[in-house]
């Protein structure tokens, strides 16, 4: 299963929001979690490796 372009620019938009709110300090990261378990479930299941790496595992 594959992920529609649309879901991962909301991803991607959802995920950048998230980062800037952290660094801010408006929210935990604990708090981000909770807002990203839907997406993170969603990708569990689709073929979505790349995309994973490319949005949480930059060094």
């Given at each position: 299963m594959k992920i529609r372009d649309?879901?991962?620019r909301k991803?991607?938009?959802k995920v950048k929001l998230l980062t800037e709110r952290i660094k801010c300090g408006k929210i935990t990261s604990r708090e981000a979690k909770?807002?990203?378990c839907g997406h993170l479930g969603y990708l569990k299941i689709a073929n979505t490796?790349?995309?994973?790496n490319k949005l949480f595992y930059k060094e």
């Amino acid at each position: 299963m594959k992920i529609r372009d649309k879901g991962k620019r909301k991803l991607k938009k959802k995920v950048k929001l998230l980062t800037e709110r952290i660094k801010c300090g408006k929210i935990t990261s604990r708090e981000a979690k909770k807002y990203l378990c839907g997406h993170l479930g969603y990708l569990k299941i689709a073929n979505t490796y790349a995309l994973e790496n490319k949005l949480f595992y930059k060094e």
